[in-house]
């Protein structure tokens, strides 16, 4: 599998705090890779670092052959990188499917793109992530469970290669979770997208990924195929709480 | 480049871009019905009320302003506090140019269209760098630095008697057919703006300022190019702005920035997008005409009171309605930057 995304070394510091500390790993084409690690690992800040919203202090970031360490989220974003967030973020006054349509019109540079053809376009991301009836609702009136959707839908939408999916089981039941694992799964098969997936639930990674990275104080601790993470006494330590990176 | 009419709408294609605009006849008619209204009222005061032209005017300025202030304000994301700077910036440029150089309104008019494209771009960063509370102090306090400098250089600005001897619009005829051209002009740049705006707010353009609006980050992480449309959103009103100073200086054929930069003038602004609803374009030509008269109803009541009475009424506005009068008519509708798609069944 060609290699897609290549992070070397990278590091961020919130004042005195380390959230992320020398962390290299790379994406494969069309794995899904795990991203684990306990509260306040630097999961998300990793995310903010590679989508743009934060810059690296130090180390640089590969995305197909492009250096992207210092560029803007909105170019990261035209050169196929899309994510989702830890707490959902609707835009909250536009309605579901506007919501889906900027993505469809500002994810990549269009050839002849209206208003209308990138609405047409949001409606097949929503209903694919069942929420086709819910278009015409506020960003502000959708449900946790329905905001997932529509994260996803929005990424989508821009027609990624990469998607950062910031937990999408928190706080849904154990029904509603496993309705949005499969639908990641199927967006996965359907539009051939690769993910990075950060949970903290082990057991779902277990499943959907190939490999999976351990963060513990903003330091990769582990990298491997799910079956030996879990087994790793290191790794397990640290989820327990008693090892001290 | 190519232009293609099609039945319902034109295409305009450049390069890789499609730009759509539909020409719906059955839409026509509510845009014809309130431009007959407002045609016909001037009309009428003309005839039955001459006296009251110079409120129309007033009204007419007073919505041209929030009208372009709303765009910059969904398009910044951020409420600007300052637009009677631009005000300012054309008044002068207008009135300088004039007096010192002779030149006619229309070309003044160019002269104030480049000054006020040229502060708007210089003062654009601003909605880049700086948000929430400082955006708000900074941009209330602009207006304020800039009435110091006209001070400051009296031997420019006049301070403050102001500058007079500009040129009229129009000069000779009867005094009150010279003001109906002169409301007529002010009405059709009022509706001028507000075609450009609602275009604007139409197109696909839009779908990244309500984003913008609504989150800058999440825009920018799903494409925008969010510097660029706040820069693009900020100096091109802050230019419609600066046209009504140079209306203000030629109709009124003197200019003082004490009547217009400070916070007083800027409260009857606001009182006009308070009453459309924050970003509605047609609200605020309802505001306008409320607030025009609203003033000349309480000037002839409490007399200097009024300017106290002003802020008063605004908080009571703001407190009981935060959608603005326009906003309760039209309650029960989802406030809507963009058309809701119309499926013909
Ligand atoms: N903008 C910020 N300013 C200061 N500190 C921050 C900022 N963002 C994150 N941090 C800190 O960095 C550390 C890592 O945070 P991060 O959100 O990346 O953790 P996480 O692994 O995503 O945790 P969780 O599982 O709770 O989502 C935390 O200690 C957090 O408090
Ligand atoms: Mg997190």
Request: with cysteine.
């Given at each position: 599998m060609p290699e897609i995304l290549r992070v070397n070394g990278v590091s961020k510091h919130f004042g005195g705090l380390m959230a992320v500390n020398d962390v290299s790993f790379t994406i494969n084409a069309g794995e899904t890779l795990g991203l684990m690690g306990p509260n306040g690992a630097g999961k998300t800040t990793l995310v903010n670092?590679?989508?743009?919203?934060?810059?690296?202090?130090?180390?640089?970031?590969?995305?197909?052959?492009?250096?992207?360490?210092?560029?803007?989220?909105?170019?990261?974003?035209?050169?196929?990188?899309?994510?989702?967030?830890?707490?959902?973020?609707?835009?909250?006054?536009?309605?579901?499917?506007?919501?889906?349509?900027?993505?469809?019109?500002?994810?990549?540079?269009?050839?002849?793109?209206?208003?209308?053809?990138?609405?047409?376009?949001?409606?097949?991301?929503?209903?694919?992530?069942?929420?086709?009836?819910?278009?015409?609702?506020?960003?502000?009136?959708?449900?946790?469970?329905?905001?997932?959707?529509?994260?996803?839908?929005?990424?989508?939408?821009?027609?990624?290669?990469?998607?950062?999916?910031?937990?999408?089981?928190?706080?849904?039941?154990?029904?509603?979770?496993?309705?949005?694992?499969?639908?990641?799964?199927?967006?996965?098969?359907?539009?051939?997208?690769?993910?990075?997936?950060?949970?903290?639930?082990?057991?779902?990674?277990?499943?959907?990924?190939?490999?999976?990275?351990?963060?513990?104080?903003?330091?990769?601790?582990?990298?491997?195929?799910?079956?030996?993470?879990?087994?790793?006494?290191?790794?397990?330590?640290?989820?327990?709480?008693?090892?001290?990176? | 480049m190519e232009l293609e009419i099609k039945r319902e709408k034109i295409v305009l294609r450049a390069g890789t871009q499609k730009f759509e605009w539909h020409i719906e006849p059955r839409y026509w008619r509510n845009p014809f019905i309130y431009i007959g209204i407002l045609l016909l009222a001037t009309v009428l005061v003309y005839f039955f009320s001459p006296q009251t032209l110079p409120t129309l005017v007033d009204a007419n300025l007073l919505a041209a302003i929030a009208i372009p202030l709303g765009w910059m304000t969904v398009g910044t994301g951020r409420m600007n506090f300052g637009p009677q700077f631009y005000i300012g910036a054309g008044g002068y440029a207008a009135a300088l140019c004039s007096i010192h150089l002779g030149w006619p309104p229309a070309v003044t008019l160019l002269v104030t269209l480049v000054v006020g494209l040229m502060f708007g771009l210089l003062m654009s960063p601003l909605s880049i760098i700086a948000g929430g509370l400082y955006y708000t102090l900074l941009t209330l306090l602009f207006p304020l630095v800039f009435l110091e400098i006209t001070f400051i250089y009296t031997d420019i600005f006049k301070g403050d008697t102001g500058l007079s001897g500009i040129s009229p619009f129009l000069s000779g005829g009867s005094y009150t057919t010279n003001q109906l051209m002169i409301c007529l002009l002010s009405l059709f740049i009022m509706l001028l703006y507000m075609f450009i705006v609602d275009k604007i707010m139409r197109s696909k353009f839009s779908a990244s300022l309500a984003a913008i609006n609504d989150d800058e980050e999440v825009a920018e992480a799903m494409g925008v190019n969010v510097k660029k449309i706040k820069v693009i959103s900020f100096a091109i009103p802050a230019m419609m702005i600066a046209v009504i100073g140079w209306f203000y200086a030629h109709y009124y054929t003197t200019f003082s920035g004490i009547s217009y930069l400070p916070l007083t003038f800027m409260l009857k602004v606001l009182m006009v997008s308070m009453i459309g609803g924050r970003v509605q374009i047609y609200g605020?030509?309802?505001?306008?005409?409320?607030?025009?008269?609203?003033?000349?109803?309480?000037?002839?009541?409490?007399?200097?009171?009024?300017?106290?009475?002003?802020?008063?009424?605004?908080?009571?506005?703001?407190?009981?309605?935060p959608e603005g009068l326009f906003g309760l008519y039209r309650k029960r509708r989802y406030r809507e930057y963009l058309p809701t798609l119309h499926v013909r069944r």
């Open positions: 670092l590679i989508t743009g919203k934060y810059i690296a202090d130090s180390g640089d970031i590969q995305f197909m052959g492009h250096d992207i360490t210092k560029m803007a989220p909105y170019k990261r974003c035209k050169l196929g990188i899309s994510r989702t967030y830890q707490i959902p973020r609707p835009f909250p006054e536009l309605t579901a499917l506007m919501s889906v349509a900027v993505s469809a019109l500002y994810g990549k540079d269009r050839v002849n793109q209206g208003l209308e053809d990138a609405a047409t376009e949001a409606t097949h991301y929503l209903e694919f992530c069942g929420l086709f009836s819910k278009r015409n609702v506020l960003g502000k009136d959708l449900t946790l469970y329905e905001l997932r959707g529509l994260e996803l839908a929005r990424a989508l939408a821009t027609t990624p290669k990469v998607i950062f999916v910031d937990e999408v089981m928190a706080g849904l039941n154990p029904g509603e979770a496993m309705k949005a694992v499969r639908l990641l799964e199927r967006a996965k098969e359907e539009f051939g997208v690769t993910i990075l997936w950060i949970e903290h639930v082990m057991a779902a990674l277990m499943k959907a990924a190939q490999r999976v990275v351990v963060l513990h104080y903003g330091k990769k601790i582990a990298e491997g195929p799910p079956q030996d993470i879990a087994n790793d006494p290191y790794v397990i330590e640290c989820y327990l709480g008693s090892c001290h990176a | 605020n030509v309802v505001g306008g005409y409320f607030i025009a008269f609203l003033e000349l109803f309480l000037i002839s009541v409490v007399g200097d009171m009024a300017t106290v009475l002003f802020p008063v009424i605004l908080l009571v506005l703001l407190l009981s309605l």
